[in-house]
């Protein structure tokens, strides 16, 4: 006999939150508006039946969106690192094992020359504009 734990409906909103601050906050700050709802019409990242996730598949959904949301944040930060470059590979390999779009490279983040000019959310260059 295998006992198996279902996910719970607030685990799926808070992957839908992850989601939605993908398209709402970062991915605006290195690509275009237009690219970034080209994305949302491809279906990047978007979950059919998460309510069918076992426990252990939406942890691991988690997991992963939360290690590449603080790894394309390092990027945002200038802190990013090339070793980075596996752990954002391993966790959209995670992503794609659950059948979740997500076809996007590390180099893709990286290959933004001016990402100040491309955000609404940059920062100012003046010290003084809050």
């Known amino acids: 006999m ?3 734990t279902a996910s719970t ?5 808070y992957v839908k939150e992850k ?3 993908f398209f709402d906050s970062l991915f605006p700050f290195f690509f275009s508006e237009n690219y970034s709802q080209d994305l949302r019409s491809f ?3 978007s979950i059919e039946d998460m309510e069918e996730y076992s ?3 939406i942890l691991e959904v ?3 969106l939360q290690t590449l949301q603080s790894l394309l944040e390092c990027i945002s930060d ?3 690192d090339s070793k980075h470059s596996k752990q954002f590979d391993r966790n959209t390999k ?3 094992k659950h059948s979740i779009y997500f076809p996007l490279r590390y180099d893709d983040f990286l290959s933004t020359t001016d990402k100040e000019a491309l955000s609404l959310m940059g920062k100012p260059e003046n010290h003084w504009i809050l």
């Open 43 to 45: 279906g990047v990242l």
């Open 62 to 64: 988690t997991a992963a």
């Open 94 to 96: 995670i992503l794609e």
């Open 78 to 80: 200038c802190t990013g």
């Open 2 to 4: 295998k006992i198996v």
């Open 55 to 57: 426990l252990k598949e």
């Open 19 to 21: 989601i939605t601050y």
């Open 9 to 13: 409906p607030e685990q799926h909103e």
